[in-house]
């Protein structure tokens, strides 16, 4: 199983991107997917998740109304939408896969088992 995150970069204050999660050896539409971000010296934060089968999403308090969560199962991708973009939103982003299925998905990086790279989004004037 290989993820890998893209569409990171340099944004100004109130800027957008997307960034797409793909998997090679896994068709992730079956699994619950989450994206996490981290700064160096602190723990990894739970920004988003779509729960298998039901497609239901979760959001972090931080980034509700800002970023969106979807599923392009014809690309077998993930894809988070980052909007209104803040400095405070600058980390290291990645997508991860969790086995469980059944439960609606959560934001606790340990429930999850696999992991991509990360990429980078960094929001500066």
């Known amino acids: 199983v290989q993820l890998q995150a893209s569409g990171g970069g340099l944004v100004q204050p109130g800027g957008s991107l997307r960034l797409s999660c793909a998997a090679s050896?896994?068709?992730?539409?079956?699994?619950?997917i989450g994206w996490f971000r981290q700064v160096p010296g602190k723990e990894r934060e739970g920004v988003s998740c779509?729960?298998?089968?039901?497609?239901?999403?979760n959001y972090g308090e931080s980034v509700k109304g800002r970023f969106t969560i979807s599923r392009d199962n014809a690309k077998n991708s993930v894809y988070l939408d980052l909007s209104s973009l803040q400095p405070e939103d600058t980390a290291a982003y990645y997508c991860?896969?969790?086995?469980?299925?059944?439960?609606?998905?959560?934001?606790?990086?340990?429930?999850?088992?696999?992991w991509g790279q990360g990429t980078q989004v960094t929001v500066s004037s």
């Open positions: 991860a896969v969790d086995n469980l299925i059944g439960t609606p998905c959560t934001l606790h990086f340990f429930e999850y088992d696999y």
């Open positions: 050896g896994l068709t992730l539409k079956r699994y619950t």
């Open positions: 779509i729960t298998a089968n039901t497609d239901s999403t």
